[in-house]
């Protein structure tokens, strides 16, 4: 495996810096902009060159803890000697993890409160890394009132999460006390609300913020995290691709080569039948997005593991509006089953609301978002639940939000099941096949493959 050499860019070397300098500091990046490889160069200066740390623990969504941080050690020339221990699945797996010699140790955050009662006093990270700060954002949960309650024992704290909309800014409390005690928000978060929000009178259980609120609050948090405010001194790229990987069970896996292999699924509901190399190219891209229609037309569920990693983006995202574009109708129906807040594009009054930014999730199929659309003023996130062939739609797609008036790096994620055609479309999009004929030829070779060996 080649690796490849970190040249930060300079936004990803100031957060470096200041991972570095600070005891405790949060990095508020919008997901693809480098947060975790920052945080691993920070890591192994500070074992290599400075000596200060032994023991890292990283607190992490499951998925991101099955296999994000273990991946990208492994992605990098100078974090390639760092081991990984993932304290994952039963207790008595996560107890072996954690008898492991190890730099890095990797620990859902389901699992925070266990940790903190198997260690209480004796605890033995030198390092903290909080992977989705955002998902402690309230201060009720368990998680959160754990990892307070041993957070003097932390010589060293760094929280990962995308930057919060200002609507989310009543969940930044809990996040900013793990990592300052409660020294710049506040001891609680009665004060934090009763100083920055007040009481909606037509709208008793909502809180708004106060005049000039939300700039008092990034003021007072800037010396600590790289916040909106970065944008304003650092140059940030103007556009970012990032390809998620999502993973099949074996089960799910099963099925999926059995309908490139036999092009035939059997179900009691129906079979997914598949009989030319065009139609098992799309059967197979319907299976990896989650689920297929089968010989009636109805829709056959198979996973749900692009769900899950949109969720994680979701709630990365903190609030901040996602276009999401979806390549087939069942797609959408499982995103908005998932999803209440999903809306799909319609008529005007769809694009002025969403362009207000009263539209969190908008889901959108690249062919009827492709031209004169001016979408900018929403939002900057884009996620590719479903992949097509298609480089047009997929240009004038993304354009949609990466045009003139756009204020932010417009962040480019691409759903990809590992291992399946979705690998072969993305590279087709990248400019790393031809087109859609190599796609064709592939899956027509993989079939004559099949049909030769059986």
């Known amino acids: 495996m080649s690796l490849t050499e970190f040249i930060p860019h300079a936004y990803q070397g100031y957060a470096i810096e200041k991972i570095i300098e600070n005891e405790s500091y949060a990095l508020f990046l919008d997901m693809g902009l480098g947060k975790t490889v920052s945080t691993l160069t920070a890591i192994t200066e500070l074992m290599h060159d400075y000596f200060e740390i032994d023991k890292v623990l990283v607190i992490a969504p499951k998925r991101v803890a099955e296999d994000t941080w273990s991946r990208e050690t492994e992605k990098w020339e100078h974090t390639k000697y760092l081991r990984v221990s993932k304290v994952l699945g039963t207790e008595t797996q996560r107890r072996k993890a954690l008898m492991k010699r190890a730099h890095i140790y990797v620990i859902n955050r389901e699992n925070v409160p266990w940790l903190v009662e198997l260690y209480g006093k004796n605890w033995p ?45 009543l969940d930044l409390w809990s996040q900013i006390y793990l990592i300052d005690q409660g020294e710049r928000l506040g001891k609680t978060v009665t004060g934090f609300k009763s100083r920055y929000f007040y009481q909606d009178p037509y709208r008793p259980f909502k809180l708004d913020l106060k005049p000039e609120a939300e700039k008092s609050i990034y003021e007072k948090i800037d ?17 970012v691709h990032s390809v998620i990987k999502v993973y099949l069970t074996p089960k799910e896996r099963e099925l999926y ?192 493959e099949y049909a030769c060996n059986s």
């Open 125 to 169: 990270f030198d390092m903290v890394v909080i992977d989705e700060l955002s998902s402690f954002k309230s201060s009720k949960s368990s998680r959160f009132k754990q990892l307070r309650k041993i957070r003097p024992l932390m010589k060293r704290v760094v929280g990962l999460t995308g930057t919060p909309a200002p609507n989310t800014l």
């Open 257 to 448: 080569r059995k309908l490139e292999k036999e092009q035939l699924l059997e179900f009691d509901e129906g079979d997914i039948v598949a009989t030319t190399a065009a139609v098992v190219s799309n059967k197979l891209l319907q299976l990896s997005n989650g689920s297929a229609y089968n010989e009636h037309g109805e829709v056959q569920h198979i996973h749900d593991a692009k769900l899950v990693a949109l969720q994680d983006i979701v709630d990365e995202s903190q609030g901040q509006p996602i276009l999401v574009f979806y390549a087939f109708k069942h797609d959408v129906e499982r995103i908005q089953k998932k999803f209440k807040q999903a809306q799909l594009i319609g008529d005007s009054a769809t694009i002025e609301k969403w362009n207000a930014g009263d539209i969190p999730i908008l889901l959108a199929h690249p062919a009827s978002a492709g031209h004169g659309l001016n979408l900018q003023d929403g939002g900057h996130i884009i996620v590719w639940f479903g992949l097509n062939w298609s480089l047009e739609l997929y240009q004038q797609a993304n354009a949609r939000l990466d045009r003139q008036g756009q204020k932010n790096s417009v962040i480019v994620h691409h759903l990809v099941t590992d291992d399946s055609i979705d690998e072969r479309v993305i590279n087709v999009l990248e400019g790393k096949e031809e087109a859609q004929e190599a796609l064709m030829a592939a899956v027509k070779a993989r079939m004559e």
């Open 223 to 239: 010396d600590i995290c790289i916040s909106m405010k970065a944008k304003d001194y650092l140059k940030l790229p103007e556009r």
